[in-house]
T-cell receptor, first 109, second 115 residues
Framework: SQQGEEDPQALSIQEGENATMNCSYK?????LQWYRQNSGRGLVHLIL?????REKHSGRLRVTLDTSKKSSSLLITASRAADTASYFC?????????FGTGTLLAVQP | DTEVTQTPKHLVMGMTNKKSLKCEQH?????MYWYKQKAKKPPELMFV???????INESVPSRFSPECPNSSLLNLHLHALQPEDSALYLC??????????????FGEGSRLTVL
């Protein structure tokens, strides 16, 4: 069963624009992670934010976490065609990492 | 070496066949995972091994049989599968001490087609 739901399900933007995707989850967490998956490939870890953190940056990525609303957002700034992929949030539940429904991002050159 | 290697990349099998998926990592990770992913869906956890012992089985049918021969290897034995078992099977590992909820390192997956 999924712990998180993401929106939008799909997002299409132009190169250079910013992309924002959101994740909502149901139960309390220790941390929340974001992963990227290129079509039919393995997942790549992007960033982890702990429950006592509100914001975290890594390169062009900015993640926020609002535990009161049980939600997180991933912002990709100055997007590139190579950012085209599916993005999943993942939360821990009973010592398992459970993935959200994912956002399919298409960056048009 | 920061890779998780999965073989084969593609596998086609009949419903009466017996086959195995293999996963290998040499990062010293002591937790290893099998996930199943259907098209346009998120990965779903199947099994977790911690220190070579099966710690989580997500009520997976017995036609899937995991095995962890040592800390670097993880196998998934397949027998009498159904067409609906066709999916991308992902192996992952994580460093010790993270209680299964830290960063996971994924392989590229084995795409399984059951005829």
């Amino acid at each position: 069963s999924q712990q998180g739901e993401e929106d939008p399900q799909a997002l299409s933007i132009q190169e250079g624009e910013n992309a924002t995707m959101n994740c909502s989850y149901k139960t309390s967490i220790n941390n929340l992670q974001w992963y990227r998956q290129n079509s039919g490939r393995g997942l790549v870890h992007l960033i982890l934010i702990r429950s006592n953190e509100r914001e975290k940056h890594s390169g062009r990525l900015r993640v926020t976490l609002d535990t009161s609303k049980k939600s997180s957002s991933l912002l990709i700034t100055a997007s590139r065609a190579a950012d085209t992929a599916s993005y999943f949030c993942a939360t821990d539940r009973a010592y398992k990492l459970i993935f959200g429904t994912g956002t399919l991002l298409a960056v048009q050159p | 070496d920061t890779e998780v290697t999965q073989t084969p990349k593609h596998l086609v099998m009949g419903m009466t066949n017996k086959k195995s998926l293999k996963c290998e990592q040499h990062m010293g990770h002591r937790a290893m995972y099998w996930y199943k992913q259907k098209a346009k869906k998120p990965p779903e956890l199947m099994f977790v091994y911690s220190y070579e012992k099966l710690s989580i089985n997500e009520s997976v049918p017995s036609r899937f049989s995991p095995e962890c021969p040592n800390s670097s290897l993880l196998n998934l034995h397949l027998h009498a599968l159904q067409p609906e078992d066709s999916a991308l099977y992902l192996c992952a590992s994580s460093p010790p001490g993270r209680r299964n909820t830290g960063e996971l390192f994924f392989g590229e997956g084995s795409r399984l087609t059951v005829l």
